[in-house]
């Protein structure tokens, strides 16, 4: 991951000079002559950050990497001296090594371990680029060498004791022997207990910010709930939980999670599920979709899904525009509207395409609207898909960051979509965690939770749910209604507009709030394309979207 993470962050051509000129204004106490004679010491050049650029960039990306090294070894080897290890394990030539040690204190004052700029440098032209310069191989390259370095001599390091103490301080072989005390039956001898009462802790009055030891996600009490860390979980930490009084920003800190729920999350980074390493929780938008066996998933379930849902493994998307003569879905479902075996093969054709697409632009570090599926492994009680828009930190383009309607609007669509595709029931939830335990609770084939009133248009009669009934009328059924409505919304929302404009995807809620009020709504949408094109009447697929509007508002 750390890799990874460092091959996409942005490498900063000025890292060392930026480093050493930093070190001699925080430093009062160097030696006279301390920077002039800095590359002779340390065996270094500082080449000019413009001119040499490549090198400049991999130095500070080799840099950035190993400084993550540092605090690794600093908490999984506590007693170990770095610096040594560090020289040893890429074999830095003598005479900078002897003056790195006597200046040991000036490089890694406060903790940090600086020294590892040195390192770099004499790891960027030491034996691993004897064969080509380092300059001359892709960055990723370098790093691989760089990280396949590290492992090896990581391999020698006795790691056990640190990783004693981490484990020890997140409290979590404690808390899984209750959690396991707490919810594992056997069925030879059926008993359980709760391990600690959590009751007295779960009525005391509320306050105004997070005290005690109930966990804000799952309500379990544990004797190590911790502020929970925003960075694992992607999402606000200080925000409404159900622990404390209603407030805009709980004071204080983050609310607090149990270990549970901390591994929860750090399982769920591992498996490729958190938000890609540039995006930032605050900008992104994320509705989890879980996908549900009407009893449980069988291996031969496994078998049939395996296909279908390979692209959502690759990270994918459910495109509602036609880009040229590639096609969105309501477009394709517009053609037919009928969950037949061809609509299956352009699903699953539009799936792929837009998977590669993704993988051109990063994969699963692609920024922007996607849908994905974790990395399985086993017999999954529930399939988990997350759509999301996924935005950067310092986004300025409103058209990138999801209003909550269209985020309801497009997981709704994608709900309908992997409902047919499936066949299995599916819950919509802005909820990182699944809030029932049965799938036989859930009648409906979609249900959602608590999703905007925008949505009623979209919706029928009920807020919440889509079902399967209708056919026994002789009407279409909730499922294809609410797609043929989600479809043809789409395809005006991205269609009306004069020649030459455009319309962004958050202007589906002006959409909706047509259709929930006029039952109408496709004369409405059909009447202004034709003003806002000197008269023209839309072309077919927009004519057909007013059409099954006004059809499947009439039923
Ligand atoms: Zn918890």
Redesign the pocket.
């Known amino acids: 991951m750390v890799r990874d993470e460092t091959i996409m962050a942005k490498p900063a051509p000025k890292a060392a000079l930026d480093e050493i000129d930093g070190l001699v204004a925080k430093r009062k106490d160097l030696p006279a002559g301390w920077r002039d004679t800095v590359e002779t010491r340390f065996g270094i050049t500082l080449l000019d950050p413009k001119e040499h650029k490549t090198f400049n960039e991999l130095w500070s990306q080799a840099r950035r990497y190993l400084l993550y090294v540092d605090t690794l070894l600093r908490d999984l080897n506590p007693g170990a001296n770095r610096l040594e290890w560090f020289l040893n394990a890429f074999g830095v030539p003598e005479g900078p090594a002897a003056n790195l040690r006597q200046e040991a204190d000036i490089w890694a004052r406060g903790g940090v371990g600086k020294y590892v700029l040195i390192v770099a440098y004499h790891f960027l032209r030491g034996p691993d680029f004897a064969d080509r310069p380092a300059e001359a191989l892709p960055p990723e390259q370098v790093l691989e060498r760089l990280h396949q370095r590290v492992l090896g001599a990581m391999s020698k390091v006795d790691t056990q004791v640190g990783r004693q103490i981490a484990v020890d301080r997140l409290g979590l072989r404690q808390e899984l022997e209750s959690y396991l005390a707490e919810h594992l039956y056997l069925s030879f001898a059926p008993a359980s207990h709760l391990e600690a009462d959590g009751l007295t802790g779960y009525i005391s009055a509320k306050g105004k910010g997070h005290t005690g030891k109930i966990?804000?996600?799952?309500?379990?009490r544990?004797e190590f709930t911790q502020e929970l860390r925003t960075g694992i979980l992607d999402d606000y930490g200080r925000v409404f939980s159900n622990r404390v009084l209603p407030a805009a920003e709980a004071p204080q800190g983050n609310r607090l999670?149990?270990p549970?729920?901390q591994l929860e999350f750090i399982l769920r980074k591992v498996a490729g599920m958190g938000l890609p390493a540039n995006a930032h929780y605050k900008n992104s938008r994320r509705i989890y979709l879980y996908v549900l066996p009407t009893y449980s998933f069988t291996p031969e379930h496994l078998r049939l899904f395996e296909p279908l849902l390979r692209p959502f493994s690759r990270v994918t998307g459910f495109p509602i525009r036609d880009y040229g003569s590639d096609w969105g879905l309501p477009h394709h479902w517009l053609e037919r509207r009928r969950f037949d075996p061809d609509w299956i093969e352009d699903l699953q054709s539009v799936l792929e395409r837009l998977a590669d697409k993704i993988a051109g632009w990063g994969g699963p570090n692609f920024v922007g609207e996607r849908a994905l599926l974790g990395r399985i492994s086993g017999q999954p009680h529930y399939y988990l898909i997350t759509w999301e828009k996924a935005a950067r930190d310092t986004e300025s383009d409103d058209a990138r960051v999801a209003t909550n309607t269209e985020a309801w609007a497009k997981a709704l669509f994608a709900a309908t979509v992997i409902s047919g595709l499936t066949s299995c029931k599916v819950y919509v939830t802005e909820r990182p965690y699944l809030p029932v335990a049965d799938p036989a609770e859930l009648k409906s084939t979609i249900t959602l939770d608590g999703p905007p009133p925008a949505l009623r248009g979209l919706l029928g009669d009920r807020t919440d749910t889509v079902s399967l009934y209708g056919r026994e009328r002789g009407r279409r059924s909730g499922l294809e209604r609410t797609l043929d409505l989600s479809a043809a919304l789409w395809t005006v929302t991205a269609d009306v507009h004069a020649a030459n404009r455009s319309t962004k995807d958050k202007h589906v809620s002006g959409r909706l709030a047509v259709l929930n009020t006029s039952p109408l709504a496709g004369a409405t949408f059909y009447k202004e394309y034709g003003r806002l094109n000197d008269g023209q009447s839309p072309y077919p697929t927009l004519a057909r979207a007013c059409e099954v509007l006004l059809e499947a508002q009439a039923e």
Do not use: K
């Not at 966990?215 to 379990?220: E, G, H, V």
């Open positions: 966990c804000s996600l799952c309500n379990r544990s999670w149990c549970i729920c």
